[in-house]
């Protein structure tokens, strides 16, 4: 039996991981080879990341409520099931700011399954406003510094570096960021993409396919006191709810999720708190969906896919990485959700909701 090549791909929160995986398989399956993606999340199943994935007509499976570095033989059972039909290459992302997956996934598989796999090149996405926090001019957007230690040491599991987000720069700005990441990372290729626009890709399609990663393992950090800083500053928020008007009219479902995110945004701006990234998917009539997210309070909301029509149903599910405590982010999406019981006179049945911070003991309901 042949060997089945995989890649992990890293980073940062809202850097793009999963509209690059997203971007690099359809490329791939569109250029006569076949990719499958592994879409992981440390929540529960309602993951968006493989819902929004499987409308793009690509091949998803998701590993939910853990980590793929501390599940190597649910990972290779995984990967084995995507390739009963044979695939080029099988990727995964791995939850939110996770760092030590070169030594805990390709670690193990290079070990344990060493005639089974060939590594692609462990890739790291990053985009322009978090590679900020990092650069000479270390601006400030609003995020602890302890974050930036989860940073770098993304960079140094690299096998390649990946930035993203083009479509938003200039070109004297992608030449700036394209040069600070070579200085930083010299002895790895640096690639520039835009995932949203699936451009730029054929060298990076090409590298991952035909290089192996050097599995490269070294000490970055993992567990130690900066570590533990930097993670116990974050909490991870899941619901899936279902929404409808109380006398059946229909209302706008891209302007009530905007006005969520908005009230979501106020509280975590009036509690002096964050959220590196926020994902919104929602359902309406016959599968017509929306996809947005928010990058932080400072931001705009962006948009993947909008809804089309208006309706009276709505299906929503929210997965959101804050620098929050859990209690207090739960106090503020409830309040949310209030202010838009209020404002559409909906009713919000929640079928589905955990939060908890990363060093909390189990999680809050």
């Known amino acids: 039996m042949s060997k089945r090549r995989f890649m992990v791909v890293s980073g940062f929160l809202g850097a793009g991981k999963t509209t690059t995986m997203l971007a690099l398989t359809r490329y791939i399956n569109n250029h006569g080879k076949r990719a499958a993606i592994i879409a992981n999340d440390l929540g529960a199943s309602n993951i968006i990341d493989a819902e929004y994935s499987s409308r793009y007509d690509v091949e998803v499976t998701p590993i939910a409520g853990t980590c793929i570095c501390y599940v ?12 009963k039909v044979p695939k080029d290459i099988v990727m995964s992302d791995i939850p939110g700011c996770g760092i030590g997956a070169l030594e805990h996934v390709y670690g193990r598989l290079d070990r344990d399954y060493k005639d089974d796999y060939t590594l692609a090149p462990f890739t790291v996405v990053t985009d322009p406003e978090r590679l900020r926090m990092i650069m000479p001019e270390q601006a400030d957007i609003n995020l602890p510094e302890e974050l930036k230690f989860l940073l770098d040491a993304q960079l140094k599991e690299a096998d390649c570096v990946v930035l993203n987000k083009t479509d938003l720069m200039t070109q004297e700005e992608i030449d700036r960021y394209m040069k600070f990441l070579k200085e930083a990372c010299p002895d790895i290729p640096v690639f520039a993409i835009s995932a949203k ?3 730029g890709l054929e060298p990076l399609v090409d590298y991952i396919l035909t290089e192996e990663s050097r599995v490269n393992i070294t000490d970055i950090g993992y567990g130690g006191e900066e570590f533990l800083s930097a993670e116990e500053k974050m909490s991870w928020f ?6 409808t008007t109380k006398d059946e009219s229909e209302f706008d479902a891209n302007q009530l999720v905007d006005d969520l995110i908005d ?3 106020d509280g975590l701006i009036a509690n002096r708190k964050n959220v590196p990234h926020l994902k919104t998917f ?4 016959e599968g017509d969906y929306g996809k947005c997210s928010l990058i932080g309070v400072d931001y705009d909301i962006l948009h993947d896919q909008r809804l089309q029509e208006k309706t009276s149903k709505l299906k929503l599910v ?3 990485r804050a620098v929050c405590e ?13 202010a838009i019981r209020d404002q559409y006179n909906v009713k919000v ?6 939060c908890f911070g990363m060093m909390d003991e189990g999680y809050k309901d």
């Open 72 to 83: 190597g033989e649910v990972l290779n059972e995984c990967i084995e099931r995507l390739n």
């Open 197 to 199: 626009e699936e451009t």
């Open 238 to 243: 899941n619901r899936s709810v279902y929404i």
């Open 263 to 265: 009230e979501i945004r």
């Open 282 to 285: 929602a359902i309406g009539k």
């Open 318 to 320: 929210i997965n959101a």
């Open 326 to 338: 859990s209690d207090l982010l739960i106090d503020i999406v409830d309040d949310a959700f209030e």
């Open 349 to 354: 049945k929640t079928f589905f909701s955990e």
